[in-house]
């Protein structure tokens, strides 16, 4: 977990200053309760990518067109980003959360599951999956997990996952998929970024809302995670 600089500085430096991070996670702690919280954001440069919105369903949040009409392949564009197994909540960026929740339920596990997956076939950016798993059992534990492009040969996918110590109030970890703009878009680098979540869930939405690009923006989506597990999500889209 990157500790070079501090939440406010990795927020300024990779979403509010950065016009592409692209599609982002952060799981962490409230800093008003006791509340676990999950954040995910999309963002697109293309008609296509554009198209669409988040839509919860009880504890799960996907993906849907906004126009149907306009979708050409929804194969990496609609998902579900959230689910839930008992005491187990899982956020991606793409359809890798029904592998991994497919594979929990039988009795397998994470890395398992996405062993078996590759980075998004979309050259050449190959944009990197980004998967994280939050567990409240014995004790809270953080899992997250990127399947990106060998450097070499982006035939090949390279998948790293790590096992941060579980932050603190106020405070999440961050995957995106792009370190910035670019032709090809540059994939994220490094180890995960610690983040500042600080405020109520809906505070902690616009702050997100508000430092993202607002060319590129199109959906942020807040989970907070009661103790005894009760979840809720609230939703700002762009369309």
Not at 71 to 98: A, F
Request: net charge negative.
């Amino acid at each position: 977990m990157s500790m070079s600089q501090t939440p406010s500085e990795n927020f300024e430096r990779h979403i509010a200053s950065n016009p592409y991070p692209g599609r982002g996670l952060i799981i962490g702690r409230s800093s008003n309760d006791e509340a676990w919280l999950m954040v995910y954001w999309i963002m697109g440069r293309s008609t296509h990518s554009r198209n669409r919105k988040f839509t919860a369903d009880g504890p799960v949040l996907r993906t849907e067109p906004v126009d149907p009409a306009l979708v050409e392949d929804p194969s990496l564009i609609i998902y579900e980003s959230m689910k839930e197994l008992p005491g187990t909540y899982l956020i991606t960026n793409g359809d890798q959360t029904q592998t991994i929740h497919d594979a929990l339920q039988n009795g397998g596990t994470f890395d398992s599951a996405l062993a078996t997956r590759e980075r998004e076939p979309d050259p050449p950016n190959y944009t990197p999956r980004i998967s994280g798993m939050l567990e409240l059992k014995a004790r809270p534990s953080v899992t997250l997990n990127i399947l990106k492009a060998n450097a070499i040969n982006p035939v090949f996918t390279d998948g790293t996952t790590f096992h941060p110590t579980a932050p603190s109030a106020g405070l999440g970890i961050c995957l995106t998929t792009y370190a910035g703009d670019g032709n090809p878009l540059p994939n994220f680098e490094g180890d995960p970024l610690v983040m500042p979540l600080d405020g109520a869930p809906d505070q902690i939405l616009q702050t997100y809302w508000d430092a993202l690009d607002a060319e590129n923006k199109i959906s942020v989506a807040v989970k907070r995670i009661a103790p005894g597990g009760r979840s809720d999500i609230i939703i700002k889209n762009r369309y």
